[in-house]
């Protein structure tokens, strides 16, 4: 089954861990990129990659890595999270072009501390 | 900058109605509109990819329709069910980030 997944679903932390959330995707996409939700503000993107080691910065990038070592997997880091990251985050992929459809993962609820 | 504008917020209707979602944006120079359906906590489901050159989609009881020049977009659900119950986004790309420029949202409930 074509999708994109991510992990953990459901993490409650503490101010200044790190920590990683996966996202990997069976679609063979060059596309990747990461969202968040939150009430009030909607969706924003946090980082994208266009392809295997090419990353960049979305609208909200600050406190978030991001790496794409393999064209599967695109994991967000919080290198020291704060209470301000508290949010919902989704993972996108796509083929290359504008004109493709996105396909989103499930999400991670994250709540910091 | 591009804004994407959705009206209502939130629509309340019997089972069985038809109803249509309306999806505004600023800018037409785009490369496609995405509809998505999310349900409370849950990650966003596509159900319907409008490319630019492209006037309308239909999936099931879906019909999607854009205009480009005057900057908008429908959602038209037939025979409304329950289970159509959720947040429905529209989303558009417009460069060559990919990135995808959400409008707020939806929220639709039917009625049993």
């Known amino acids: 089954e074509a999708q994109v997944t991510q992990n953990p679903r459901y993490l409650i932390t503490v101010t200044g861990k790190k920590l990683t959330v996966t996202c990997s995707q069976n679609m063979n996409h060059e596309y990747m990129s990461w969202y968040r939700q939150d009430p009030g503000l909607g969706l924003r993107q946090i980082y994208y990659?266009?392809?295997?080691?090419?990353?960049d910065k979305g609208d909200v990038p600050e406190g978030y890595k991001v790496s794409r070592k393999e064209k599967r997997n695109f994991p967000l880091i919080l290198e020291s999270p704060s209470p301000n990251q508290t949010s919902l985050y989704f993972c996108?992929?796509?083929?290359?072009?504008?004109?493709?459809?996105?396909?989103f993962g499930p999400g991670t609820r994250l709540t910091v501390l | 900058k591009q804004e994407v504008t959705q009206i209502p917020a939130a629509l309340s209707v019997p089972e069985g109605e038809n109803l249509v979602l309306n999806c505004s944006f600023t800018d037409s120079a785009i490369y496609n509109l995405q509809w998505f359906r999310q349900d409370p906590g849950k990650g966003l489901t596509s159900l319907l990819l409008?490319?630019?050159?492209?006037r309308e989609q239909t999936s099931g009881r879906l019909n999607a329709s854009l205009d480009k020049s005057s900057g908008r977009s429908t959602l038209y659900i037939a025979a409304s069910q329950p289970g159509d119950s959720a947040t429905y986004l529209c989303?558009?790309?417009?460069?060559?980030?990919?990135?995808?420029?959400f409008g707020t949202g939806t929220l639709l409930a039917v009625q049993p």
């Open positions: 989303a558009v790309i417009g460069g060559a980030t990919n990135k995808l420029i």
């Open positions: 409008i490319q630019s050159s492209q």
């Open positions: 990659s266009m392809n295997v080691e090419v990353t």
């Open positions: 996108a992929s796509s083929f290359p072009h504008g004109l493709n459809e996105q396909f």
